[in-house]
């Protein structure tokens, strides 16, 4: 099993920075697709940025793309996320999740991932 730990959400104002991590721990090695997805308030869960492992191939959504850059450090199993030129639009929860495949989780979103983080919260104040 696979097991996603958030950190680094928080409160910032409009335009401002924040970065978000997530560590994976357990068996990792079947991983490929990493990411991350978010949520709103009353709206459907939505991918905003994944990395493959094994190719460091990326997808971003378009409404962050230019703003919001995914790493990954391999050696801590951590993948990153650093959020700049916040808008109050990027107000959600955002979850780590992780898939076998890069290319599923590209291109069906949320639809098949099971393996979940427990969410942070992050809030963009205007």
């Known amino acids: 099993q696979v097991q996603l730990v958030e950190s680094g959400g928080g409160l910032v104002q409009t335009g401002g920075s924040l970065r978000l991590s997530c560590t994976a721990s357990g068996t990792t090695g079947n991983i490929d697709g990493i990411g991350w997805f978010r949520q709103a308030p009353g709206k459907e869960r939505e991918g905003v940025s994944y990395i493959s492992l094994s190719t460091g191939m990326v997808h971003y959504a378009d409404s962050v793309k230019g703003r919001f850059t995914i790493s990954t450090d391999n050696a801590k199993n951590t993948v990153s996320l650093q959020m700049n030129s916040l808008k109050s639009e990027d107000t959600a929860v955002y979850y780590c999740?992780?898939?076998?495949?890069?290319?599923?989780?590209?291109?069906?979103?949320?639809?098949?991932?099971?393996?979940w983080g427990q969410g942070t919260l992050v809030t963009v104040s205007s």
């Open positions: 999740a992780a898939d076998p495949s890069f290319f599923r989780m590209a291109e069906a979103g949320h639809k098949y991932v099971k393996i």
